[in-house]
């Protein structure tokens, strides 16, 4: 099993940046973490995904060039740092992750899911 703790959520300009944390602890080697996130009245949808190792990164076209996401070198701490911040950015943001490597997180593939933390990026 697996447990996904987020942080770092809050209010933020547009054009500001915030950096969310992701703590998992259970079974975390050789799995893949990421981001998703769900605006009200919206799907949710995938934002970014990163490999056991880090080597191998994934970003939804929205937020390429502005969001970057990492992992610690114990490999259960999942950072997403976002930059230029818009008013489409506000969501709630839900960790996430698979055994089924990065591609499969993008999927949805057995996920594992934290509690979700609010964003809101105020015009």
């Known amino acids: 099993q697996l447990q996904l703790v987020e942080s770092g959520g809050g209010l933020v300009q547009a054009g500001g940046s915030l950096r969310l944390s992701c703590a998992a602890s259970?079974?975390?080697?050789?799995?893949?973490m990421g981001w998703f996130r769900q605006a009200p009245g919206k799907e949710r949808e995938f934002v970014a995904a990163i490999s056991w190792a880090g080597g191998t990164t994934y970003f939804a076209d929205s937020v390429k060039g502005r969001f970057t996401i990492s992992r610690n070198n114990a490999g259960n701490t999942v950072y997403l740092q976002m930059n230029s911040l818009q008013p489409e950015d506000t969501a709630v943001y839900y960790c996430a992750a698979s055994f089924s490597g990065p591609s499969g997180l993008r999927a949805g593939e057995s996920a594992y899911w934290g509690q979700g933390t609010q964003v809101t990026v105020s015009s």
């Open positions: 259970g079974r975390t080697f050789s799995v893949a």
